[in-house]
C-alpha cells in the first residue's frame, strides 16, 4: 500500500478527532458566524504529486476556506427555504459516509439498507399521516423529486395513447396543467422532453397562488380526449399557498388525471393537527415531492420520491436499467435501481432515520409550530412598522412583504442588510411586483433571533 494510505489508516482516530472539533467549532458558534460574506476568494492551486494526507487537508481548508463558510444552517438564514442540520441528522449523515452502503436491493443483495430506506420512508409516511400506499425512496433533492414524479407521469400517459415513452421516446400528446408550479416543475419537465413551454395556467384568483378549481375543471373539459398530467402546488415558496387538493382529488373521479403534488416543505403541515387541513385528501396523489433537507432539517442533499404502490409496474418501466422485461412482481422484489433514476445511490435515507427516530412525532411537531410561530411573529412586525408592509398574508411560515414607500430602492435595502451578515433574505417577485422573503424553517430560529433582525432591518433603513 502508498505509505500515504498506510499513515492515513493508521491514523484514524486523530482524524476524525479533528474533524469532530471542527465540526463544534463551527456548531457552537453558528449564531454567531455571519449569514453572508462578501470576500469569495478562492485561493487557485495546482494539483500537486505529492498529497499532504487528510490532516493537512483539512489544516489548509481550514485556513484559507472554513472562514468563508456562511451560517446558512444556523438561525437567521432566512433566504429560499433553507433548512438547518439537528445534531441527529448530522450523526446519521457523517455515518453514510462511514458505512458507505450502495443502496440498491431489498432483496438478496447481502445488505440491510434498501430495507431501512424503505423503513424510514414507513416512518415518514406515518408523521407526514400518510397509508402506507406508496413506494418511497430518496433522492437528491425536490427537484429530483419532482422530475420522478412526472417521469412516471410522462410513462402513464404515454401508455394512454398506446405508447411506451420509455422505449419509443416522447409523443406531444400530453398535456400538464398547474396553477403557480415551482420552477423546479418547469425545469423538470424541459428534462423530461415535455417541454417547458407545454404547461396549461389554471387561472388563480386575485391575491392568491392557488388554482380556482372553477377553471381547472373547464380546462379539464377542454382536454378531455388527452392525458393530463396536473401539478398541484402543496406549499408554494412565496405564499406557502396550498391548492385545494380535495377538490381537485374530487374531479379526478369524473376526469382521469395523474395528480402529482409538490409538497417540498409544505407537506411538513401535516405533522400538526391545527394545519393538518391543507393537505387533506393528498393520500390520493399518484405521485408526491417531499424535501427533507427544508422543513425536517436533514442536510442537503435529501428528499423523498412517493410513488403510488399500484403504479409500481409503470414506475419500472420508466427506470428499468436493463433492456430484459422485467420478471415477477416489482414490489416483491424490490430494487432502486429499477425504480428512480440513479443506479449507485449513497444511504441517503439514513440521516432522516436517526431524525425520525431521534425526535419523534412531537420533536417534528414542535419545528413546524416553531417556524409558524417565528414567521406570525416577524410578520406582526411588518405589520406594524413604519418602513414596512406585507405583501401577502402570512399563511404559514413565510412572510413576504416590501417596503411601503420608494420602492426603487428595495434592492439596495436588501443588498446592505444581506452584507452586514447578521440575517438573510432573498428577493422575489409576486404577481410581477417586487417583494422580500423571510423563509422560516430552521429549528434553531427563536424570538431573539426575530429582534436581532429587526434591529438589523431598522438600523439599515436609517441609513438608507
Ligand atoms: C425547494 C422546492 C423545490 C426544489 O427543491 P430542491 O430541493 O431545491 O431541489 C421544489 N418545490 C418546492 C415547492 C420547493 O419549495
Given at each position: 500500500?502508498?505509505?500515504?494510505?498506510?499513515?492515513?489508516?493508521?491514523?484514524l482516530?486523530?482524524?476524525?478527532?479533528q474533524?469532530?472539533?471542527?465540526?463544534?467549532?463551527f456548531?457552537?458558534?453558528?449564531?454567531?458566524?455571519?449569514?453572508?460574506?462578501?470576500?469569495?476568494?478562492?485561493?487557485?492551486?495546482?494539483?500537486?504529486?505529492?498529497?499532504?494526507?487528510?490532516?493537512?487537508?483539512?489544516?489548509?481548508?481550514?485556513?484559507?476556506?472554513?472562514?468563508?463558510?456562511?451560517?446558512s444552517?444556523?438561525?437567521?438564514?432566512?433566504?429560499f427555504?433553507?433548512g438547518?442540520?439537528?445534531?441527529?441528522?448530522?450523526?446519521?449523515?457523517?455515518?453514510?459516509?462511514?458505512?458507505?452502503?450502495?443502496?440498491?436491493?431489498?432483496?438478496?443483495?447481502?445488505?440491510?439498507?434498501?430495507?431501512?430506506?424503505?423503513?424510514?420512508?414507513?416512518?415518514?409516511?406515518?408523521?407526514?399521516?400518510?397509508?402506507e400506499?406508496?413506494?418511497?425512496?430518496?433522492?437528491?433533492?425536490?427537484?429530483?423529486?419532482?422530475?420522478?414524479?412526472?417521469?412516471?407521469?410522462?410513462?402513464?400517459?404515454?401508455?394512454?395513447?398506446?405508447?411506451?415513452?420509455?422505449?419509443?421516446?416522447?409523443?406531444?400528446?400530453?398535456?400538464?396543467?398547474?396553477?403557480?408550479?415551482?420552477?423546479?416543475?418547469v425545469?423538470s419537465?424541459?428534462?423530461?422532453?415535455?417541454?417547458?413551454?407545454?404547461?396549461?395556467?389554471?387561472?388563480?384568483?386575485?391575491?392568491?397562488?392557488?388554482m380556482?378549481?372553477?377553471?381547472?375543471?373547464?380546462?379539464?373539459?377542454e382536454?378531455?380526449?388527452?392525458?393530463?398530467?396536473v401539478?398541484c402546488s402543496?406549499?408554494?415558496?412565496?405564499?406557502?399557498?396550498?391548492d385545494?387538493?380535495?377538490?381537485?382529488?374530487?374531479?379526478?373521479?369524473?376526469?382521469?388525471?395523474?395528480?402529482?403534488?409538490?409538497?417540498?416543505?409544505?407537506?411538513?403541515?401535516?405533522?400538526?393537527?391545527?394545519?393538518?387541513?391543507?393537505?387533506?385528501g393528498?393520500?390520493?396523489?399518484?405521485?408526491?415531492?417531499?424535501?427533507?433537507?427544508?422543513?425536517?432539517?436533514?442536510?442537503?442533499?435529501?428528499?423523498?420520491?412517493?410513488?403510488?404502490?399500484?403504479?409500481?409496474?409503470?414506475?419500472?418501466?420508466?427506470?428499468?436499467?436493463?433492456?430484459?422485461?422485467?420478471?415477477?412482481?416489482?414490489?416483491?422484489?424490490?430494487?432502486?435501481?429499477n425504480?428512480?433514476?440513479?443506479?449507485?445511490?449513497?444511504?441517503?435515507?439514513?440521516?432522516?432515520?436517526?431524525?425520525?427516530?431521534?425526535?419523534g412525532?412531537?420533536?417534528?411537531?414542535?419545528?413546524?409550530?416553531?417556524?409558524?410561530?417565528?414567521?406570525?411573529?416577524?410578520?406582526?412586525?411588518?405589520?406594524?412598522?413604519?418602513?414596512?408592509?406585507?405583501?401577502?398574508?402570512?399563511?404559514?411560515?413565510?412572510?413576504?412583504?416590501?417596503l411601503?414607500?420608494?420602492?426603487?430602492?428595495?434592492?439596495?435595502?436588501?443588498?446592505r442588510l444581506?452584507?452586514?451578515?447578521?440575517?438573510?433574505?432573498?428577493?422575489?417577485?409576486?404577481?410581477?411586483?417586487?417583494?422580500?422573503?423571510?423563509?422560516?424553517?430552521?429549528?434553531?430560529?427563536t424570538?431573539?433571533?426575530?429582534l436581532?433582525?429587526?434591529?438589523?432591518?431598522?438600523?439599515?433603513?436609517?441609513?438608507?
Open positions: 500500500m502508498l505509505e500515504l494510505f498506510e499513515n492515513e489508516l493508521n491514523n482516530k486523530p482524524i476524525l478527532d474533524v469532530t472539533s471542527a465540526s463544534l467549532d456548531l457552537e458558534n453558528i449564531a454567531e458566524k455571519a449569514t453572508y460574506i462578501s470576500d469569495q476568494t478562492v485561493t487557485a492551486a495546482d494539483l500537486s504529486d505529492v498529497g499532504i494526507g487528510a490532516p493537512g487537508s483539512l489544516e489548509v481548508f481550514r485556513k484559507y476556506y472554513e472562514k468563508l463558510m456562511v451560517a444552517p444556523g438561525p437567521r438564514y432566512w433566504g427555504v433553507t438547518g442540520a439537528t445534531p441527529a441528522a448530522i450523526a446519521g449523515d457523517w455515518l453514510t459516509a462511514v458505512y458507505d452502503q450502495n443502496t440498491q436491493s431489498t432483496q438478496g443483495a447481502g445488505d440491510v439498507s434498501a430495507i431501512l430506506e424503505k423503513e424510514t420512508i414507513r416512518l415518514l409516511c406515518q408523521l407526514l399521516r400518510l397509508p400506499d406508496f413506494n418511497g425512496g430518496f433522492v437528491t433533492g425536490a427537484t429530483m423529486s419532482n422530475f420522478t414524479g412526472l417521469a412516471v407521469a410522462r410513462q402513464w400517459a404515454g401508455e394512454r395513447s398506446g405508447r411506451d415513452v420509455s422505449r419509443e421516446g416522447v409523443s406531444g400528446d400530453l398535456v400538464v396543467m398547474a396553477g403557480t408550479p415551482h420552477s423546479s416543475v425545469k419537465l424541459g428534462m423530461l422532453g415535455i417541454g417547458s413551454n407545454n404547461v396549461v395556467r389554471i387561472q388563480v384568483p386575485a391575491g392568491r397562488e392557488a380556482d378549481v372553477a377553471d381547472f375543471e373547464r380546462k379539464l373539459i382536454h378531455q380526449h388527452r392525458p393530463v398530467i401539478n402543496a406549499g408554494t415558496v412565496n405564499t406557502v399557498d396550498f385545494d387538493i380535495k377538490a381537485i382529488v374530487a374531479l379526478k373521479q369524473k376526469y382521469p388525471f395523474w395528480l402529482h403534488i409538490d409538497a417540498a416543505f409544505g407537506g411538513f403541515a401535516a405533522c400538526q393537527p391545527a394545519q393538518q387541513h391543507l393537505l387533506a393528498w393520500e390520493q396523489a399518484d405521485s408526491i415531492t417531499i424535501d427533507c433537507h427544508k422543513w425536517m432539517n436533514v442536510p442537503y442533499d435529501s428528499a423523498v420520491s412517493l410513488l403510488r404502490k399500484e403504479h409500481s409496474r409503470l414506475q419500472v418501466s420508466t427506470f428499468q436499467n436493463s433492456n430484459a422485461p422485467y420478471l415477477g412482481d416489482p414490489s416483491e422484489n424490490f430494487s432502486y435501481l425504480f428512480l433514476p440513479e443506479n449507485s445511490r449513497r444511504f441517503r435515507a439514513l440521516p432522516a432515520w436517526f431524525s425520525l427516530t431521534a425526535y412525532r412531537n420533536g417534528f411537531e414542535w419545528i413546524v409550530q416553531n417556524s409558524i410561530a417565528c414567521a406570525q411573529a416577524f410578520g406582526t412586525y411588518i405589520q406594524s412598522s413604519e418602513h414596512f408592509e406585507l405583501q401577502a398574508p402570512v399563511r404559514l411560515n413565510v412572510v413576504c412583504f416590501r411601503k414607500s420608494g420602492r426603487e430602492r428595495m434592492p439596495v435595502f436588501l443588498d444581506n452584507r452586514r451578515g447578521k440575517v438573510f433574505m432573498t428577493p422575489t417577485l409576486l404577481s410581477g411586483e417586487a417583494a422580500i422573503r423571510a423563509a422560516f424553517v430552521n429549528y434553531r430560529t424570538e431573539v433571533d426575530i436581532i433582525a429587526i434591529r438589523e432591518m431598522e438600523e439599515v433603513m436609517r441609513i438608507l
